[in-house]
């Protein structure tokens, strides 16, 4: 398969996705601008501040994308799945699944006054339910924040000799990387503070922002004296991200995270060019060769592609940043469903660059591709370079630059989400608790600076010790995050006396995926447990596995009891 013809292929069918299934939603669950949204309604200059759609834009689909549609089909590849598979997963899983549930957790948070899946859970199912399933979310944007600290860190951390210097030529593009992304910051502010207390006109500020963009990359390809080991960038990160938590969202996340949104569609660009001028063949890509990997084609398949499908992470952040900033009802389509969708596009393009990179590494054995960063970024930028020589080395470190920028937003916003997670958790929204009026201890635990605190060491503490061991049940507890994300969502629809019948079957599908995963990788650690020599990862893994599929069990029986036997209440 041409991997041009596929990509136009997949634009066309998201297309199509986007305007007759998006608009068919819309319609169902009444998307009306003449309701007020809770980023107006409930403004209070910190978390509730109304954004312009391109700007919000820029944050939902840099904080959703992270570093999964880009590792996630590498990953399958890997795995041997072959194009084919990987492909139906993103298109069929991107407009029927990932789409609804992050266009459904946005639509049903604005209408719960911006308040997360959990508290929207509380509402709809019971406050149990909600405890469950907060203690279960915030465990797994502790697991986030540590892979996404660890690997930002990676990205910008210089390689040193056994005599403490530093490697040069290893540590060149990680420095030059580290110093973009510290300039960044810096301008994202000064345009935060123009934009929002200055009232800059943002046509303006965004030329100018772009500008400076350029500025910084250039300023950062020649000038990158911060040579620090990976130890030190995690500290550094971690203070980075307490920060931006607890920050108001206009003088950091929101221009950052805008401003980020023109690398990610730099990246796409650049990607889509490269697959026009090589048009590498999809042929290149592994295809399953053992028996025991066909018998893991499901679920392994549906849990390794879960950005580029369909992702619970999306839900969190739909339902705890986006909805506090959405300044109309039909900015939620675009922003949700087509973030979603876009994300579908970046996860073709990957494919692409794994077929290159997989051809290149058979052709050039010692200058192997190898790892996420190098497979996508080196794949696109080889391609590229093919067609234009000496375009290597810039294009590299911009598509570095770029997955750094992914995982530095996702990592950010799921410190934002794990503070509100913790602040949820000690609040009983049915008796009127609010983080404001609530006394004694849960006063204290309620505080957003100790929920960030607590938060950042946690996931910092685990990024440096281990957080690997474990990473293997990422892949099933943020799908099961999804299963219970479209539950929470068609509760609320069946309760409302709306139309859910759209999320029945991707319900049904991930909660059988999630429980099959689960007992799959519970059953494999346990082997490597009998086999003798394991450390603690087995066992946590064990430990977690079965927690995780009793969680299941038991939110989905309490899910299903809410759809047959709905709460009728108005909307």
């Known amino acids: 398969m041409n991997g041009f013809i596929l990509l136009v292929i997949a634009v066309v069918v998201l297309g199509l996705g986007y305007k007759v299934y998006g608009n068919w939603l819309c319609k169902k669950w009444g998307i009306d601008d003449k309701n007020e949204t809770p980023a107006h309604r409930l403004a209070d200059g910190i978390d509730y501040v109304a954004a ?51 266009f459904g957790a946005l639509v049903a948070s604005i209408r719960h006054d911006g308040k997360s ?49 530093v490697i040069m030529a290893q540590s060149v593009s990680q420095a030059r ?25 943002m046509a303006g500020s965004t030329i100018l922002g772009v500008i400076a963009i350029v500025a910084i990359i250039a300023i950062g390809m020649n000038w990158h004296p911060i040579y620090l080991p990976h130890s030190t960038w995690m500290w550094i990160i971690g203070l980075y991200i307490t920060i931006a938590s607890v920050a108001p969202v206009w003088i950091l996340l929101q221009p950052r995270d805008y401003l980020s949104s023109f690398l990610l569609y730099a990246m796409l660009a650049i990607a889509v060019v490269a697959v026009v001028v090589s048009q590498p063949t999809l042929s290149a890509l592994p295809l399953i060769e053992s028996d025991n990997c066909k018998t893991y084609i499901f679920p392994v398949l549906f849990t390794t592609i879960a950005c580029g499908a369909i992702s619970g992470f999306h839900s969190l952040v739909s339902s705890g940043t986006t909805s506090k900033q959405l300044d109309k009802e039909t900015d939620a389509k675009p922003i949700a469903y087509g973030g979603m969708l876009l994300e579908c596009v970046l996860a073709i393009l990957t494919l692409c660059a794994c077929a290159y990179a997989f051809n290149w590494n058979t052709t050039h054995p010692n200058a192997l591709l190898k790892g996420a960063t190098a497979i996508f970024g080196g794949g696109i930028a080889h391609m590229v370079d093919d067609a234009f020589p000496g375009t290597y080395d810039i294009l590299y470190t911009l598509l570095v630059l770029t997955y750094s920028a992914f995982c530095l937003t996702s990592l950010d916003t799921a410190t934002r989400l794990g503070r509100f997670m913790f602040q949820e958790f000690w609040i009983d929204s049915t008796k009127g608790e609010t983080v404001d009026n609530v006394t004694g201890f849960k006063k204290f635990m309620a505080n957003p600076y100790v929920a960030t605190i607590i938060t950042v060491v946690l996931g910092v503490l685990l990024g440096m010790n281990g957080f690997a061991k474990i990473w293997a049940l990422f892949g099933s507890a943020n799908q099961l995050l999804a299963a219970l994300g479209l539950m929470a969502v068609a509760a609320w629809l069946a309760n409302i006396g709306k139309d859910n019948k759209m999320f029945l079957i991707p319900v049904c599908f991930m909660l059988v995926v999630t429980i099959s995963s689960l007992c799959l990788n519970t059953k494999d650690q346990m082997a490597k447990i009998s086999a003798g020599a394991a450390d603690w990862g087995p066992y946590a893994q064990v430990v977690f596995g079965v927690l995780l599929t009793v969680l299941a069990i038991v939110l989905a029986i309490e899910g299903f009891q809410t759809l047959r036997n709905p709460q009728k209440r108005e909307a």
């Open 52 to 102: 312009p759609a391109p700007v919000l834009m820029g944050h939902h689909f840099s904080s959703i994308a992270g570093a999964g549609p880009i590792t996630g089909p590498i990953a399958a590849v890997s795995l041997g799945f072959g194009w084919l598979a990987c492909t139906l997963w993103i298109l069929i899983g991107g407009i029927f699944f990932g789409g609804v549930h992050d």
């Open 117 to 165: 899946i959990g508290e929207i859970i509380s509402a709809n199912m019971s406050l149990r339910a909600k405890r469950l399933f907060i203690i279960f979310a915030y465990l797994t944007l502790i697991l986030v924040v540590a892979a996404f600290a660890a690997i930002v860190a990676a990205t910008f951390a210089a390689k040193f000799d056994a005599n403490g210097n």
């Open 177 to 201: 990387v580290a110093m973009v992304s510290l300039l960044f910051i810096a301008i994202a502010m000064v345009f935060g503070f123009c934009v929002y207390r200055r009232n800059a006109s």
